[in-house]
C-alpha cells in the first residue's frame, strides 16, 4: 500500500506544515531580536553551522525510527534553525547593493528569485 492510501499520512503532513509555520513565526522572531542586540553575524553564521551539524545526525534518526513524533521534531528543528537567519538575511542583502540601486535591485531580484523557484505560474 504506497503512502498516499493511508488515512494517516495527510494530516501528518498538515501537522508537519503547522509545526513548520509556528517554527518560523516563532524562531524569526528570536532571530530578528537577536541580529538587532547581538549582531548579524552571528545570527547569520551560527544557525547555518548549527543545521550543517545536525542535519545528517537528526536524518539518520528519522530513518532508524520512522513515525509521525520523529518527523514532527526533525521539521521543527530545520524550520527554527532556517528562520533564525531570516530576518537578518532580508536586511543583509540590500545593504550589499549600491544605495542609489538598492531598490531597484530588491525590484528585480524578488520575482526573479521567486520565479526560479517556484517554477511559471498559469493562470489556470
Known amino acids: 500500500m504506497s503512502c498516499w492510501a493511508c488515512w494517516w499520512c495527510f494530516p501528518?503532513?498538515?501537522?508537519?506544515?503547522?509545526?513548520?509555520?509556528?517554527?518560523?513565526?516563532?524562531?524569526?522572531?528570536?532571530?530578528?531580536?537577536?541580529?538587532?542586540?547581538?549582531?548579524?553575524?552571528?545570527?547569520?553564521?551560527?544557525?547555518r553551522v548549527a543545521l550543517m551539524l545536525v542535519?545528517?545526525?537528526?536524518?539518520?534518526?528519522?530513518?532508524?525510527?520512522?513515525?509521525?513524533?520523529?518527523?514532527?521534531?526533525?521539521?521543527?528543528?530545520?524550520?527554527?534553525?532556517?528562520?533564525?537567519?531570516?530576518?537578518a538575511s532580508i536586511v543583509v542583502i540590500p545593504e550589499l547593493l549600491p544605495t542609489a540601486f538598492r531598490s531597484t535591485g530588491i525590484l528585480w531580484c524578488t520575482p526573479l528569485e521567486q520565479h526560479s523557484l517556484a517554477g511559471p505560474r498559469s493562470s489556470w
Open 55 to 87: 542535519i545528517v545526525p537528526m536524518f539518520w534518526w528519522l530513518a532508524a525510527a520512522p513515525g509521525g513524533t520523529s518527523f514532527l521534531i526533525v521539521s521543527a528543528v530545520i524550520a527554527a534553525l532556517t528562520a533564525m537567519t531570516a530576518a
Open 12 to 47: 501528518l503532513a498538515q501537522t508537519s506544515a503547522l509545526v513548520g509555520g509556528a517554527m518560523t513565526f516563532v524562531f524569526g522572531l528570536i532571530g530578528g531580536w537577536l541580529s538587532d542586540h547581538r549582531g548579524r553575524k552571528i545570527v547569520l553564521i551560527a544557525p
